[in-house]
């Protein structure tokens, strides 16, 4: 079972050194890094009840250097080299193992155009030097190194990255609060950020609902708000939220550890659920929706989509050799939804 994030707010200080807004992934490590860097007067806003940011609580968690990008592939090869060492730091503090699985990473090809975007990412893997370098094999080589789970075409052509994998959101949450707790910085739950208050072009503060907390450094780590925050100081950031779908394959009846596999022909992906239990699956959702700003501000647990649901199964049925009575008992209890901030 992961850890809980435990809730203990302190009231507001007067000011702080740095204030960032939203305790997502991007908050936390934020917190973390300057923490490391010997900056303890730290507080993080976070206008939920609970750390964690709505996005973070809703991702699938996974670390892959297939981005489809140079400089998010370098810094996704960047992200998985700091959690060699960030995971044993946190465990040493707090005690909490947020369990990063190295169990490898397939984007798979099927259809000719698909089959040119993916060797199109191996030869940028190839450029950009990583270790160890990505193998071009075919879909009869993900099927074996899943165990038979998968049943691609043989021709079709997936780009293999073994040192990519995932990591337990909720144990790496759990451990990034309390790290920054131990180490004297303030997370303030229930208490969204207002309005940035700034003379002659420097910021000067944040407005909380009780006052105002002195700062001349802010974080925007607000996920779908960013956008909004960023207006507060004249600036324009476009967020466009996505809203994604993830359902949960319990009892699949065989082992499942990996690779996690992305299928970019219609942009499905599966994932171990969890590394203690090889048992249970995580499929993703197709690429996401497009949803209005308000909508995704509005709305903390959006519903999960049941023809999300449905067309899960259909699509197990058809590329899996998962059981028939495993892919029926897939319900929308076991399924969510979350909103991703994309620009």
């Not at 030869?123 to 879909?139: A, F, Y």
């Amino acid at each position: 079972m992961s850890p809980s994030v435990e809730v203990n707010n302190q009231g507001p200080p007067a000011s702080a050194t740095v204030v960032i807004i939203g305790s997502g992934i991007q908050g936390l490590c934020c917190a973390y890094s300057l923490i490391q860097r010997g900056i303890t007067s730290v507080v993080i806003l976070e206008s939920a009840s609970s750390p964690g940011g709505r996005s973070t609580k809703m991702s699938a968690a996974m670390l892959t250097r297939f981005t489809g990008h140079r400089i998010t592939t370098a810094l996704a090869d960047s992200s998985i080299r700091l959690y060699e060492e960030l995971g044993p730091e946190l465990a040493s503090v707090t005690g909490i193992d947020v369990e990063f699985t190295r169990c490898g990473f397939a984007i798979v090809g099927r259809d000719e155009m698909s089959i040119v975007q993916v060797k199109a990412e191996y030869d940028e893997h190839l450029s950009l030097g990583m270790s160890p370098p990505p193998q071009l094999v075919t879909g009869r080589d993900i099927n074996e190194l899943t165990d038979g789970l998968f049943r691609f075409p043989g021709d079709a052509v997936a780009c293999y990255a073994e040192k990519d994998g995932f990591i337990n959101i909720s144990s790496l949450t759990a451990a990034l609060v309390s790290y920054i707790r131990l180490k004297g910085g303030l997370i303030l739950t229930s208490v969204p950020a207002l309005n940035i208050l700034s003379e002659a072009d420097h910021v000067t503060g944040v407005q909380i609902p009780s006052g105002v907390i002195k700062t001349a450094n802010i974080v925007n780590a607000a996920g779908v708000w960013a956008g909004t925050v960023s207006s507060w100081v004249g600036r324009n950031v476009p967020i466009q939220p996505s809203k994604k779908d993830l359902v949960q394959i319990i009892n699949l009846g065989r082992r499942f550890r990996g690779p996690i596999v992305e299928c970019i022909d219609d942009g499905w992906y599966f994932r171990p659920d969890r590394p203690n239990n090889d048992r249970m699956m995580l499929a993703g959702v197709g690429f996401g929706r497009p949803e209005t700003l308000e909508d995704a501000q509005g709305n903390e647990k959006p519903e999960i989509d049941p023809g999300s649901v449905e067309a899960c199964k259909e699509y197990l049925r058809k590329w899996t050799s998962l059981k028939p009575d495993v892919i029926s008992a897939i319900a929308s209890q076991n399924a969510w939804s979350g909103y991703r901030p994309l620009h």
